[in-house]
């Protein structure tokens, strides 16, 4: 099993940067993918961006996230800039061992607050 810990969430300001952190424990030579996902209030969870064998991004964050890995730390970054009130939701990671196929391994969530 992998577990998954996110930290970084917050509240800023329109045009703000925050960045995430999603530490990974357990069986950690298995994930072949870390990805992040979000879900605002009354809305379905969408995805964000992901780093596997290749690194993609929702087009609504493309240019303003940067997804990261540092696989000595067992850990992924996303770097949030220039962010929108339209980017405020609880953001979650997620892990995967398989190249694709849904995420087996979820983290408690991270909110994100961002005001006009």
């Known amino acids: 099993q992998v577990q998954l810990v996110e930290s970084g969430g917050g509240l800023v300001q329109a045009g703000g940067s925050l960045r995430l952190s999603c530490a990974a424990s357990g069986r950690t030579f298995s994930i072949y993918t870390l990805g992040w996902f979000r879900q605002a209030p009354g809305k379905e969870r969408e995805f964000v961006a992901a780093?596997?064998?290749?690194?993609t991004y929702a087009g609504s964050v493309k240019g303003r996230f940067t997804i990261s890995r540092d696989n000595a730390k067992n850990t992924v970054y996303l770097q949030m800039n220039s962010l929108k009130p339209e980017d405020t939701a609880v953001y979650y990671c997620?892990?995967?061992?398989?190249?694709?196929?849904?995420?087996?391994?979820w983290g408690q969530g991270t909110q994100v607050t961002v005001s006009s």
């Open positions: 780093s596997g064998g290749s690194t």
């Open positions: 997620a892990a995967r061992t398989v190249v694709t196929g849904p995420f087996g391994s």
